[in-house]
């Protein structure tokens, strides 16, 4: 796998590499579980709310939307 490294930014973070998607998936899953992915941001007849995502409901969306992909032969 290639890193891309640009020598003039100052390292942050450290980094992980992962396999694949999946992988990456699994362990932002596992390591940040309930915290908020996502906020998606509802409009409806002048009405505004806010729906929080979780990385484990992004987890289970992701394992679905791949089942339904193999299910479907992709």
Same mark, same amino acid.
């Given at each position: $796998?290639?890193?891309?490294?640009?020598?003039?930014?100052?390292?942050?973070?450290?980094?992980?590499?992962? =396999?694949?998607?999946?992988? $990456?998936?699994?362990?932002?899953?596992?390591?940040?579980? !309930? !915290? %908020?992915?996502?906020?998606?941001?509802?409009?409806?007849?002048?009405?505004?709310?806010?729906?929080?995502?979780?990385? =484990?409901?992004?987890? #289970? !969306?992701?394992? #679905?939307?791949? %089942? #339904? $992909?193999?299910?479907?032969?992709?």
């Amino acid at each position: $796998m290639n890193r891309i490294i640009i020598p003039q930014l100052k390292k942050r973070y450290d980094s992980i590499l992962h =396999k694949d998607f999946r992988a $990456m998936v699994n362990h932002i899953a596992e390591a940040y579980g !309930d !915290d %908020t992915a996502f906020i998606i941001k509802h409009k409806e007849k002048g009405e505004v709310s806010y729906e929080n995502i979780s990385f =484990k409901e992004f987890h #289970a !969306d992701v394992n #679905a939307i791949g %089942t #339904a $992909m193999l299910a479907r032969g992709w």
